[in-house]
């Protein structure tokens, strides 16, 4: 009966070994494709490449100025780094930090009144202002530390990729529009077709965190030589 038991034991050890591997090692693309076929065929996701952003920030400003965002907090930064090499062969590296749009989002588990939400119709994941009581636990939850409090509304606030402004005119967010070296690629991870998914087939790309199950949406192209600085 031990032996017995020993080996039902061992052999469920290496099923689910098998199953973290296969979770871990999986591309988004592998992810994507073994979606319940009965959801939504809409998955909204961006590609950052760091090798084309020159850090001038007109996607910050483009999103400042469609989602109204008020002074001392922001939806979207770019984050410099650098210099590296030596003068005048020097370069910065730049790094686009905003909401990731995480399939298993944390901040929707910890929210209490389901303000914190993902849309089922895109993916996106939103906040219901009418809902948010500003208890600053989704704040809390986000490994990306990319919430914050709207000092207007009192509630939280984060990149929503222009849901409500942008995308409501069949647009393209804000941000991509802005961009001056399309450093930013948006588009429906589930359209085989669609100029983000061509993109990933391409070009090797890098999620945040993905060691903590999120499933986030925001993909990096990582830089090379970084940005000339002149």
């Given at each position: 009966?031990?032996?017995s038991k020993r080996q039902f034991l061992k052999g469920c050890g290496a099923l689910i070994a098998g199953i973290s591997v296969y979770t871990v090692t999986k591309s988004p693309?592998?992810?994507n494709a073994n979606t319940d076929?009965?959801?939504?065929?809409?998955k909204y996701a961006m590609v950052?490449?760091?090798n084309a952003c020159i850090g001038c920030n007109a996607c910050v400003e483009a999103c400042r100025e469609t989602n109204h965002v008020p002074d001392g907090v922001t939806r979207v930064k770019i984050e410099r780094t650098g210099p590296f090499g030596n003068y005048p062969n020097q370069s910065y590296r730049f790094n686009r930090v905003s909401c990731q749009h995480c399939e298993a989002a944390p901040c929707v588990r910890v929210c209490p009144t389901g303000a914190a939400y993902i849309d089922k119709d895109t993916g996106i994941v939103a906040v219901n202002s009418d809902r948010c009581v500003g208890c600053q636990?989704?704040?809390a939850a986000c490994p990306y530390q990319v919430r914050f409090i709207n000092p207007e509304t009192r509630t939280a606030d984060k990149c929503d990729f222009c849901q409500q402004t942008q995308l409501a005119k069949g647009l393209q967010p804000a941000c991509v529009l802005a961009c001056p070296t399309q450093a930013l690629t948006f588009g429906n991870l589930k359209d085989p077709d669609s100029a983000?998914?061509?993109l990933l087939k391409t070009k090797p790309t890098y999620r945040a965190k993905v060691d903590?199950?999120?499933r986030p949406k925001l993909f990096h192209i990582q830089t090379i030589d970084g940005e000339v600085m002149l």
């Open positions: 009966m031990e032996t693309l592998a992810e076929a009965s959801q939504t065929e809409v950052h490449d760091e636990y989704c704040i983000l998914v061509k903590l199950g999120t």
